[in-house]
């Protein structure tokens, strides 16, 4: 059974950095690629960014550009999103998907976790 678990969210002020790890089991993480998106109240689930399985290809959405960064450890089975100079509309729920394809929709992905907040105080 595949599980992804996310963790690191809570409450910080705006300019603040916060790592956010998502522990993967059930599947051969250094197969897959590994993506982060979020949800804000009333909005759609948006892209934030992914990585390839091996690291060497790296895509994030411009709101977070220059501020966020994906990593892994796949030894550790485990993908970490480092955020920095936050803002209130860094404000929401952040999803760590799992996919066979690179992709940017979260339905390209096969496996999802169950989420943690993130909220940016001004």
């Known amino acids: 059974q595949v599980q992804l678990v996310e963790s690191g969210g809570g409450l910080v002020q705006a300019g603040d950095s916060v790592r956010l790890s998502c522990a993967a089991s059930?599947?051969?993480?250094?197969?897959?690629?590994m993506a982060w998106f979020r949800q804000a109240p009333g909005k759609e689930r948006a892209f934030v960014a992914a990585?390839?399985?091996?690291?060497?290809?790296?895509d994030y959405a411009d709101s977070v550009k220059g501020r966020f960064t994906i990593s892994r450890d796949n030894a550790k089975n485990t993908v970490y999103l480092e955020m920095s100079s936050l803002k209130p509309e860094d404000t929401a729920v952040y999803y760590c998907?799992?996919?066979?394809?690179?992709?940017?929709?979260?339905?390209?992905?096969?496996?999802r976790g169950q989420g943690t907040q993130v909220t940016v105080s001004s």
């Open positions: 998907a799992a996919g066979r394809i690179w992709a940017m929709r979260q339905n390209d992905y096969n496996y």
């Open positions: 990585i390839s399985p091996g690291g060497a290809r790296i």
């Open positions: 059930g599947l051969t993480f250094s197969d897959f690629v």
